[in-house]
């Protein structure tokens, strides 16, 4: 079945430092591929997303390009605050049932100034 | 719009009780998910309802649990009995028809005694 993979954490930073988040995936067809946020104490909002190949989603200095060629959604940020501690998900459009999504695990990110 | 409201936000009951866990979707959206968030298992698909009919509730971990959607704008999620194990955060998401981004409430914190 489609499966998501994503980077371990916990992964810790300083601020300004550069951000990757590895996620990859497992899909039959061609899904759209996600990335959630969860703030501390909050629900999942949907920090950017990409519904073809070759596609880039991006928001808030965050990117992710859909490379069908190795399955990978990566998240990247170029230059990360505090604020930007958060958990990330990836997330793919499960196609054999409309709207449904299965998420990674998780990536508890935190930034240290 | 207020967004995805769920009700309560903190629930602490005793093994062997009901709880009843309430959601309020975003006006218009056709789509209604319930998911549960714990940290061995992640964030888990529990049922997800389309025009308030249930269309997928293979997630749903045994027939202690039940989830109801009487009219477009509100959906209950039941336990009973409550056992130490359902511990977790529950979110309840919602999203519009034909677009695959869904929208996530604040989630009920459960603590089964």
């Known amino acids: 079945g489609n499966s998501v993979t994503q980077m371990e954490g916990p992964v810790t930073l300083s601020e300004e430092a550069f951000l990757t988040i590895n996620c990859t995936y497992t899909a039959t067809g061609y899904p759209s591929l996600f990335w959630y946020v969860q703030y501390p104490g909050e629900g999942l909002q949907l920090l950017l997303k990409?519904?073809?190949?070759?596609d880039k989603g991006s928001n808030k200095g965050f990117e992710a390009t859909y490379r069908k060629e190795t399955t990978s959604f990566h998240l990247e940020k170029g230059s990360v605050q505090v604020s930007d501690s958060a958990v990330y998900f990836c997330a793919l459009s499960d196609i054999q049932g409309a709207q449904k999504l299965v998420f990674g695990q998780g990536t508890r990110l935190t930034i240290n100034p | 719009d207020a967004g995805v409201i769920q009700s309560p936000r903190h629930e602490v009951t005793e093994m062997g009780q009901e709880v009843t866990l309430r959601c309020k979707p975003i006006?218009?959206?056709?789509?209604l998910f319930w998911y549960r968030q714990t940290m061995m298992r992640g964030l888990e698909l529990l049922i997800y309802?389309?025009?308030?009919?249930?269309?997928?509730d293979s997630g749903m971990p045994e027939d202690r649990f039940s989830a109801k959607m009487p009219n477009a704008s509100f959906s209950t999620l039941k336990i009973q009995p409550s056992e130490p194990r359902d511990s977790a955060v529950y979110f309840c998401?919602?999203?519009?028809?034909?677009?695959?981004?869904?929208?996530f409430g604040p989630g009920t914190r459960l603590t089964v005694l």
């Open positions: 309802f389309n025009n308030n009919v249930p269309i997928d």
């Open positions: 998401a919602s999203g519009p028809d034909s677009r695959e981004t869904q929208f």
């Open positions: 006006s218009g959206h056709d789509y």
């Open positions: 990409a519904t073809k190949a070759d």
